[in-house]
């Protein structure tokens, strides 16, 4: 631990940060009403009469719904649902719930589910203060009033999407964001018992996914001393709890440093920003029809040894090293951070995760148009600290082919 505390520089000017009020806790589900009767009054609302739209969908609704709207109802308010959230939704799934949102017009948004489910839910909070179509949201600051408030409930641990301000949608067969601070949650809702029932394999690819945004928010230009400190924690949590909620579900502790690892991981990328990994994880998750975890975790790796010739980040994945539990403290910056490579390698091995593009039925001849849809991701490579361009890009992405 000294080790990990040691590479965390707090300065005493920092820059600002945006996140959410954070509520966490095991079993703190009936709290809700609390939390929701709050915001309203803050807006200057009762919540007895008061209209809550639940965004979720129908997996989460068959195991949650029901203790959600008794927890609103308890402090009088009506529920409306929307259970037609999919998995990465497309364009027509964010006009569906800003439409429904509309027509039900609530005076507080409460998302429940995975990150699909909490970008939607923020589409669905600016809908009823914004008419335009939600097409016209997508791009930076592009929604112009502020929405109704939001309560996001995680119920997986890995996107961090309660605490970032982006929502992402599919247009096309690629993603694209809609990017404003109105998106930022006013509660983020961390309750161990909502990711309990989390299958091993996404307890795994969900816990690997804030293990990236963590890592690529350290990688970023974007980077500074408060954004690394956030990432720094989420990655100390993810060494120490991810295996752990993997091999046993019911491990409420396990669970909920988990939870807290991707809300500490979600505010360092919401800040800082995601870099080359994603842009490789987008495109494969997109042509390949990989879940989004999946396809982030099998970056790790491979971005970080890319990145590590950089001696900025070789210095930032020694401490890495030291938080996945590496003694580090004779070697250099960039033995240390080959240590760092080989641990979340290893890390993939152990939770039954890809290890490579092969694992994924990638065929080595389609690695050129995946170069190509990559450097597209201009976003992404602007903020990565080594510059990307089309032979190096290839040469990664044979690595990632052959693996380890």
């Known amino acids: 631990m000294q080790g990990l505390i040691d590479c965390v520089s707090i300065l005493s000017e920092m820059p600002a940060v945006q996140m959410p009020r954070v509520v966490f806790g095991k079993g703190i589900l009936e709290s809700l009403g609390v939390e929701a009767s709050s915001l309203l009054a803050s807006a200057g609302k009762k919540a007895e009469g008061s209209k809550a739209l639940l965004v979720t969908d129908e997996e989460v609704a068959a195991r949650f719904s029901g203790r959600v709207e ?40 409460v998302g429940l589910g995975g990150g699909s489910v909490l970008d939607m839910a923020k589409v669905a909070s600016a809908a009823v203060t914004n008419e335009k179509p939600a097409r016209e949201f997508l791009g930076a600051n592009k929604i112009e009033r502020r929405p109704v408030p939001k309560i996001l409930m995680p119920t997986t641990a890995g996107t961090g999407a309660e605490a970032t301000p982006y929502a992402l949608v599919v247009v096309e067969g690629k993603k694209k964001a809609i990017a404003s601070p109105y998106n930022l949650a006013d509660v983020a809702f961390l309750d161990a018992e909502l990711t309990a029932t989390m299958p091993p394999r996404v307890t795994a690819s969900t816990g690997m996914d804030a293990l990236s945004h963590a890592l690529e928010a350290l990688m970023s230009k974007g980077a500074n001393p408060l954004t690394d400190a956030f990432a720094y924690a989420a ?54 029809s990989q879940p989004h975890g999946v396809a982030t975790a099998l970056t790790i790796p491979y971005v970080m040894e890319f990145n590590a010739s950089v001696p900025e980040v070789a210095a930032k994945l020694k401490c890495v090293a030291s938080a996945f539990g590496e003694d580090v403290s004779s070697l250099s910056d960039a ?42 991701e201009k976003g992404y490579l602007a903020r990565n600290p080594r510059e990307v361009n089309r032979e190096n890009l290839l040469a990664l992405l044979e690595r990632m082919h052959a693996g380890f």
């Open 235 to 288: 990655i100390f949590k993810v060494a120490a709890n991810l295996e752990r909620a993997f091999s046993s579900p019911q491990d409420l502790d396990a669970r909920l440093e988990m939870a807290l690892a991707a809300f500490l991981a979600g505010v360092a990328f919401g800040n800082a920003g995601v870099v080359l990994g994603h842009a490789i994880a987008h495109t494969i998750g997109t042509r390949y």
């Open 70 to 109: 008794e927890a609103l109802k308890s402090a009088g308010l009506e529920t409306e649902v929307f259970r037609g959230v999919k998995p990465e939704p497309s364009l027509e799934v964010a006009e569906s719930v800003a439409e429904f949102a509309r027509r039900t017009s609530p005076d507080i948004v």
């Open 335 to 376: 033995d240390a951070a080959a240590k760092a490579v080989a641990h979340a390698q290893s890390m993939l091995q152990r939770l039954e995760l890809p290890r490579c593009l092969a694992d994924l039925d990638v065929s080595r001849e389609d690695l050129p148009a995946i170069a190509d849809a990559v450097l597209a």
